[in-house]
């Protein structure tokens, strides 16, 4: 099992920008895709951005697509999620995912076996 603790969640002005980071532990991750979900309140979980394990793939959901980038760093076991231009639409409990076997668009909770615990980010409006 892949452990996740994600990092750098918090309130900011629409406009502005946050770095949100996922430390992973546990057996290898460096072999699976890593994705960043998010729920907003009332609302399904939503996929947002997955990496393939190489990190020469990317993928974006439409809503994020131009904004967020993610990248990862196999050797620190690190996924790291920028996010620039927040919305309010961006409010959100965001999620780091672990072993998924592949990476690409509009990916399911279930295509990830492995959640961290989740951080806020608040963009008010």
């Known amino acids: 099992q892949v452990q996740l603790v994600e990092s750098g969640g918090g309130l900011v002005q629409a406009g502005g920008s946050l770095r949100l980071s996922c430390a992973a532990s546990?057996?290898?991750?460096?072999?699976?895709?890593m994705g960043w979900f998010r729920q907003a309140p009332g609302k399904e979980r939503e996929f947002v951005a997955a990496?393939?394990?190489?990190?020469?793939?990317?993928y974006y959901a439409d809503s994020v697509k131009g904004r967020f980038t993610i990248s990862r760093d196999n050797a620190k076991k690190t996924v790291v999620l920028q996010m620039n231009s927040l919305k309010p639409e961006d409010t959100a409990v965001y999620y780091c995912?672990?072993?998924?076997?592949?990476?690409?668009?509009?990916?399911?909770?279930?295509?990830?076996?492995?959640w961290g615990q989740g951080t806020q980010v608040t963009v008010p409006s």
């Open positions: 995912a672990g072993e998924g076997i592949v990476a690409g668009q509009n990916l399911e909770s279930a295509d990830f076996g492995s």
């Open positions: 546990g057996r290898t991750c460096s072999s699976y895709a």
């Open positions: 990496i393939s394990w190489s990190g020469a793939s990317t």
